[in-house]
């Protein structure tokens, strides 16, 4: 049986959807940073950029610890801001 020597080995493999999931997770977390700045902008409040760090960093710790789930997870999200934003009327 021949083995196939051109496949990484599992952390290979982690690091790589790590970048490829950093694509999608940044701007993700910067649209749920903005939404959230424009809403608080109405009575005077706002969310420091540190918040915007955080979800970058917890996003890229979910996409190294659960690979295979992270696309839905984004997912989700995605689809849980786009009924937040109708809800809004924005």
Same mark, same amino acid.
């Given at each position: ?11 290979? &493999?982690?690091?790589? &959807? @790590?970048? *490829?999931? =950093?694509?999608?997770? !940044?701007?993700?977390? *910067?649209?749920?940073?903005? /939404? !959230?700045?424009?809403? =608080? *902008?109405?009575? +005077? /409040? ?6 915007? %760090? *955080?979800?970058?960093? !917890? %996003?890229?710790?979910?996409? @190294? @610890? %659960? ?6 997870? =984004? +997912?989700?999200?995605?689809? /849980?801001?786009?009924? !937040? +934003?109708?809800?809004? /009327? +924005?």
């Amino acid at each position: 049986m021949a083995r196939n020597h051109s496949q990484g080995g599992p952390m290979e &493999s982690r690091l790589i &959807s @790590l970048f *490829a999931s =950093l694509f999608f997770s !940044v701007p993700t977390a *910067a649209f749920i940073w903005l /939404g !959230v700045n424009k809403e =608080l *902008a109405y009575w +005077g /409040g706002f969310v420091s950029s540190t918040y915007l %760090f *955080a979800c970058i960093i !917890v %996003f890229a710790i979910m996409a @190294l @610890l %659960f690979p295979q789930l992270f696309p839905s997870i =984004l +997912g989700g999200l995605w689809r /849980g801001i786009l009924k !937040v +934003g109708h809800w809004w /009327g +924005g």
